[in-house]
């Protein structure tokens, strides 16, 4: 009989990570986007591991509803869903995190081939050694990689019947401009499959602030986290009692913004340079923007994909979408 660790031992999946960034280029994005007047952070140095678990417990928040209006979404029309998208070879999960969505998924879109992508590495390959042992028949390959800058997959990922699975409305963390290179980008992988996607739709801001300002501050947690990790990368000396979170809706751009906010005049220092903040001065963290199935569906026809249809909860809060590539 083969022991429990043994079977732990054997069935860890392979992991790919790609030649991480050189710190070097790390620390100037950082220094730049610090400099920059306003002074902006990318939303990708949210998700070091500790970013990861609290993204995760945000989830479960009663005021963020995208995560159960999804749900929702899958459950009532997984099966239509499934008859749309048809053969799926190779499943490619973006920001996969810890690849529940996906997982939900399997028994009726059956992938022989599971590729999670995460850029919080550690965090994704425990959760690929979790399923491993679920899904023993599953052939699993998780990578490593910051896919806003690059989406090379590996050459032994078939190339035919791929889904691209981009859950959970991440999409609305890009600009326009960005949104439509990363779909475009995106398509060029998948000839003959196609995405599936999550997209959060317009609403009342009575609705849209609580989901990022919650009532027991997890956000605000997950948001300060990132001076956290900046200060791991690049040196710095921020303090997290300086700053506060900030989340609002910018009706004019169909947007949430997440901020952080100086309670108080403040130097922040790092190696080479430093950046005096006045009070109530922010650095600009996040977007997350919303959507009409009109807005979102011209898009997708602008990066080049077609068949496109889509689902959504009762309340028309979020839809997902299936296009062809």
């Known amino acids: 009989m083969v022991s429990p660790s043994a079977l732990l031992a054997g069935a860890a999946p392979r992991f790919l990570a790609p030649q991480p960034q050189p710190l070097n280029a790390e620390q100037q994005e950082l220094r730049d986007g610090l400099l920059d007047h306003p002074a902006h952070i990318d939303p990708k140095f949210l998700y070091d591991a500790l970013g990861s678990s609290l993204f995760t417990a945000i989830t479960q928040l009663p005021e963020y509803y995208p995560t159960r209006c999804e749900a929702e979404i899958f459950a009532r029309h997984g099966q239509d869903i499934a008859r749309h998208i048809g053969p799926v070879q190779a499943m490619i999960d973006l920001g996969a995190g810890d690849c529940v969505k996906a997982e939900r ?3 009726s879109l059956r992938p022989r081939h599971y590729v999670p992508i995460d850029i919080s590495a550690d965090y994704l390959q425990a959760a690929a050694r979790r399923l491993r042992l679920s899904y023993p028949d599953l052939r699993i390959t998780p990578i490593g990689l910051d896919f806003s800058q690059a989406l090379a997959l590996p050459a032994d990922i078939g190339a035919e019947q791929r889904l691209f699975f981009y859950p959970g409305s991440s999409i609305g963390n890009l600009d326009p401009d960005a949104a439509l290179a990363m779909l475009r980008r995106i398509q060029r992988q998948c000839a003959g499959g196609g995405l599936l996607v999550g997209v959060d739709r317009v609403k009342p801001r009575q609705v849209l602030e609580p989901a990022y300002d919650d009532a027991l501050h997890l956000t605000a947690a997950f948001n300060l986290n990132l001076l956290r990790h900046v200060n791991d990368l ?3 000396d921020f303090d997290v009692d300086d700053w506060r979170h900030v989340a609002l809706f910018n ?19 790092w190696p080479g340079g430093q950046r005096r903040f006045d009070a109530q001065e922010r650095i600009h963290t996040e977007n997350s923007y919303k959507f009409t199935p009109e807005t979102f569906t011209e898009l997708l026809q602008r990066a080049g994909y077609h068949d496109i249809r889509h689902w959504s909860d009762t309340r028309g809060w979020f839809s997902v979408f299936s296009a062809r590539a």
């Open 105 to 107: 998924l399997f028994a």
């Open 251 to 269: 009706s004019d751009q169909s947007r949430i913004e997440m901020h952080l906010e100086a309670r108080r005049p403040v130097t922040v220092a």
């Open 234 to 236: 690049l040196g710095s």
